[in-house]
Structures are given as structure tokens and as C-alpha cells.
């Protein structure tokens, strides 16, 4: 027993003397803070995405590898809203990192610094997944990654006070640049406006909210609860009634129930990039849009 | 539009403009429209105003119960079909362990619930309650601590009553087991699963690799320590070493596989033979164990399919003195045994899983000084026992699930019992996370 404890602990002090690396080390919950955090920081910072555009961020297993990863960030960047809860809480209260717990600096939830849609009235489970902070996908709406944006850009100067200046100018240039792509967005999606269309699941709204789609219905019944038979027969008829232009999913929902829908109705089903890497040409948050509002303008044409 | 109108000029009637009732005039007519139009601004102003502040105050908690710890329920409910009298039950080969290790009682049945409170406790610590609510034996405490949230370098402490790292199924919850009872190895070695009141360290290396080295001290208040309820003593009753290491592979796989050694010195730890006479052991523990979780999910996105697959290796060594209560005499006793399990879930389809689990269990060698002999102690006598478990349950949302069972059970030498349970578990209120 002594001589395991012995080792224990000289392991633990060598490698706990190890000088950290160099650059500010972000983890990001999802896709999307990745790429931003990257578009602040360059080469000053090391971003570890923990997801990809083919995970739902609500399911996420609590990985051996994400709490490897999590051990060592200097910053946690995340949705909030109780997007993560089931397994951002795990990872942390496992990380042994005190650096990114909830309260101190490194902990970010970047749906805090927007208004957000959907905060239920009612909070019972039988409604579905239900996020009671309101829908957590913020993303989705340009004008609220120019809000967050800025709020991150000081929390990364905050924390690595020697590279503030490089945040803050590419901050600058970043916003100039994402403002100027904004008005052009908003010029090209004008023809959505008053569209309607049927989505996955109610991650879209903040996009919906943005261009003045409209959300005619959606393929899951309840928040978080796969799309059922009967639930899609419903649709059929509805669709029938009154047919939305277009029907659109994630990469990380199965297809089957949109083309399902798509066959009986045929509404084009589009699969739009959710967030970054979703699509080829969604590589940055640019071409997310980029290319969000391009397949849906060639799906509505 | 009109109706608003009208509300201003009441409104305004109100606000006390005697003028209004005595105005004639052109020119009075006019300065009141314009007073009318901007009262009407304002109530507008006044309005999004309003929604905004709205928006602000539903975000944000309205009471000091937004303080209140997560709270959860897990209510579970059985109905147990057992081909074999579950009175009788005992795994034969191995001595008998202090806690509830039989197939449960024949018919309708509730469960242990489950009450779980968790919160952080402060800047420093977190704290988790899980209170289990045995319809027999009233409330009792299944687990209890505060753990550190601010210790850096990858270290943690838990402190309290926790279910011991030792092996991998032991640390996790029974709602949260894939099959509806223990492994039999977990049964015969840990006694089900070890609940010990200690402290933990842990520590997590650098590495992109998930490397971790945990050590555990112990009262040693359950088996394989005893006696039950754990020893008058001063110090340290039990101590547990383990080590992890895991990590992605591919585009959809993630493992982890542990070792780890459980030491305990029990005294005069208790045991009831078949024939009803009391025996006891004092002597030393050594338990081994080697176990291998692998997950499957395609892009580790698991809401359509995934696969599990999980095992675990035991084996002990215990040496020591045993009382005999039918001779009333103390000799040596020695024993090496071992057991196993491998058990596989696969989700073949949103809501639906299938499953199989193979045990297996060795009673190795055990060997008796004088003036004991094996015959005093039939329990004890050689006998490998093995069960196959299936099963498949359905889960229509994250929060609730029914499972159907079947096990051919052939722990008892001299009978196989067939069981058949059937199983709801659902959760209630706080969102659960759960390891993996």
C-alpha cells in the first residue's frame, strides 16, 4: 500500500509540474464557440471542440476523452441554458480543473448574453425536453453571435491579460467584418420572409426569428422526442391543408423522417449546416450562413 | 387603434384635464388629438418596455428557492416471475455476504426509490445526497459527500459515503444498470455493491489520453470487510487502490479499461450456513479487479444506434482464521477464487435495446486447517456457478424506461432458477447526468 502511495504521489508532482502550454487552451462545447473562439483568438489560443455538427449536443456521453481534454482548458465555452446538462456538469465535477468552474472566469455560457426565445410559460416535462432558460440554439441568429462576441473577446483578454490586444483588435475586425456580412445576409434572405417551413426539432427558431420564416410545424411531436408514426400523419394532412415550402434538418438528425414527410407531400427536404462543419461550406461561422441561406433560397425558388 | 384612442382620452380624463369636457374651439380640438397621439406613444413605449423587462425577469430565478439543490426521484417497480424459491437462495461455492444479494421477492413488487439532492455547496465544495427508500427497510443513506471543486492539477476529493471506485459497474446506480440486477460477481465479491464511508483522492493526468489514479481509505463498513456496520477500531477498516485509462478511437468508438485492488482486514465478519449456525472470519481480503468498457455510437451520436459492451474480472485471496459455529472450534482458512462477467447492449433502433450478459464464477481453491474440515461448511464446497441474462427495454424518453428479463440462473448447485422480470424505471425532476 505505502509503496503505491509513494508512486501516487511522485507521479502526481512531476506531472503536475509540467509547464502549461503556451497558448490559452479553450474548450468548446459545440462546433460553433469553437470556431468563434478561434476567430478572436488566431494563434494565440488551442481550441478542442467536444462535439461535432453530427452530435446532437443534448446526448453527449461524458467521454474518458472529454474529461482529458476538460482537465486542462483555461476556458469553457458553452450554450448554457441547460443544453449540456447531461454531461457538462459531469465532466466538470470530474476535471479537477478549478479554473473553468461555474463562477470563476473561465466559464462561459454565451446564451446568457442574449435575449432568449421560447422561455416556457408552463414547465412540466410532459411538454417534451423542455429548457426552462429558454431555447438554448442562440447560434442560429447572426445578430447574437455579434452580441456574445464582444463578451468573449474581453473574457479571453481577462484571462490572458498578455494577449488582450491581440483579442480585442481581432475582436474589431472580426465584428466589422461579421456586421458587413449581416446586412448582406439579411438582403439575401429577404425572399424568405413569411416562408413556411417544417424543422427537426426547435433548434432553428432563432434563425426563423431572424428572417421571418415562418415554422409551420415540426417533425418531433414534443421537444426531444423522436418523430412518431402518428405524429407524422398528422403532418401529412396538415401539409396538405396548408404546404410549407420546405422541410429541414440537421446533419445530426436522421433524414428518414423528413423524406418520409417529403415523399407524401413532396416539400423539399433540405439539410441545412445547424452549425460549423455541418456542411463542406460551412468551414467558419461565414460559411455557415453562407450556406444556410443558400440552400434554402435554392429550396424555396 | 380606436380602442386605444378612447382609453388615452379616458385616461387623460382621469390624469384630470377638466378642459376636456368644455372644449369647443378648433384649436382646442387640435392640442388635444396631439395630447391624445402622445399619450397613446407613450403606453406603446410603455409596452416594450414591459415585454423586455419580461423577457429580463423570466430568465432570471424569482425567489430564494432558485437556491434549492437539484432535486430527483427515481421511482422503480417490478414484477418478479422466479421458477425457484428466492427464500432459498445463496450462491453456492462462495461464503455468503452481508448484504441483499437474492432475485427479490415473487410477484408485484416496488422497488428501491431513490431521492437525489445535489448542488454546490459553495465556491469549494459540491454536495450530493442519494437517499434510497426501501419499502421494507424504511430510508438509508446509499450515498452522502462532498467532493472539491476547487483543488487544481487535476485533483479531486470526495469525502463521505460514496459507492467505492472499485471495478466499474460498482460505481453506478442501479436505475442506471443496463440489466435489472448485479453481476454475479459483483454479488459474491462486493456483496452487491460497496458503499464505503471514506475518502477519495483522484487525480486526472495531462494527457490527451484520459489517464486517472484514484486511491480510497475506508472504515470498511460492508463486505468483504466486516462485521456489518464495520469494525470498532481506530484507523483505516479497508483500502482501495485503481487506475484508469481511456480514450476515443475511430469516428464513433470510446473505451476505458481499470485495474484496481481492494485490501481489507475483516474481523469476525459473520455468516449463516444453510444449516442456520453462525460462522466468522478474521483474517485478510485481497480482491482483484480488471475491467473493460467499450461504446459504440456512429459519429458518438447515440440517439439512433449504439452498442456497449462491458466485462469485468475478480479474483480473491483471503487467508485468516474461521470460526466454525458447528464445531466451535478456529482453524485456518485460505481461499483463491475468481469470477467474471461479459455483457453487450445494443440500440438497434431509436427507444429499443437488446441485451445478453454472461456470468461466471469460480470457486477456486480453498483449503482448511485442522481441526476444521471442508464438511463443515457445505456452502463452501466446490461449485462453478454461471447464469444467462437477455433482455430488452424500452426507453421513450430520457426520463423513462420499461424492461423485460430473462435469466437462467445456476448459482444454487442443486437448482436452476428461471426468472422473468419485468421493470419500469422513470426519473423525475432534475435532469440527470450520467458517468460514463
Redesign the interface.
Known sequence: MKTILRFVFALGSALAALPAAAALNVFACEPEWGALAQELGGDKVSVYSATTALQDPHRVEARPSLIARIRSADLLVCSGSELEIGWIPLLLTQSGNSKIQLGTPGYFEASQYVARLEIPKVIDRALGDIHPGGNPHVHTDPRNIARIAPVLMERMAQIDPANADSYRSRGKSFLERWQAAIARWEQQAAPLKGVPIVVYHKDFSYFVNWTGIREAGSLEPKPGIPPTPSHLAELVDQMKRAPAKVIVYSPYNSPQAAEFLSSRTRIPAVMIPFTVGGTDKAKDLFGLFDDTIARLLEAVK | MYRKTTMALAVAAALGLPEIAGAQTQDEVRALREQVRQLDKRVQDAETTAQ?AA?QA??RPASESAMNPAISVILNGIYSNLSRDPNGFGINGFTPTLGEVGPGVRGFSLGESELALAA?ID?NF?GTLIASISPEDGIGVEEGYI?T????????IKAGRFFSGVGYQNQIHAHAWDFTDAPLANKVFLGNQLGEDGIQL??????????D?G?ELGRGRQFPAGPAGGRNKNGVGS?N?FA?V???FGTGV???SGVS?L?TSPQDRTFDDPTGTTNSFTGQSRLWVLDGIL?W?P??????TNFKLQGEYFRRKEDGDLTSGTAAQTGGFASVQSGLYLQGVYQFV??WRVGYRYDRLDSGTTSFSTPLAAADFPILAAYNPTRHTVMVDWT????SRVRLQFAQDKSRSDATDNQVFLQYIVS?GA??????
Do not use: C
Not at chain 2, 483522484?202 to 489517464?211: C, D, G, L, N
Open positions: 423586455q423577457i423570466s430568465s454546490n465556491h459540491r467532493q471543486l476547487s483543488l487544481s492539477y487535476g485533483f479531486t483522484k487525480w486526472v493526468a495531462p494527457t490527451e489520453t484520459y489517464i489514479v486511491l483500502g487502490v484508469h481511456g480514450g476515443d470510446a473505451w476505458q485492488y485490501s461504446k455510437a459519429n458518438y451520436n447515440p440517439t439512433y431509436p427507444m421513450p424518453s430520457e426520463f423525475l435532469h440527470g447526468a450520467h458517468k460514463f
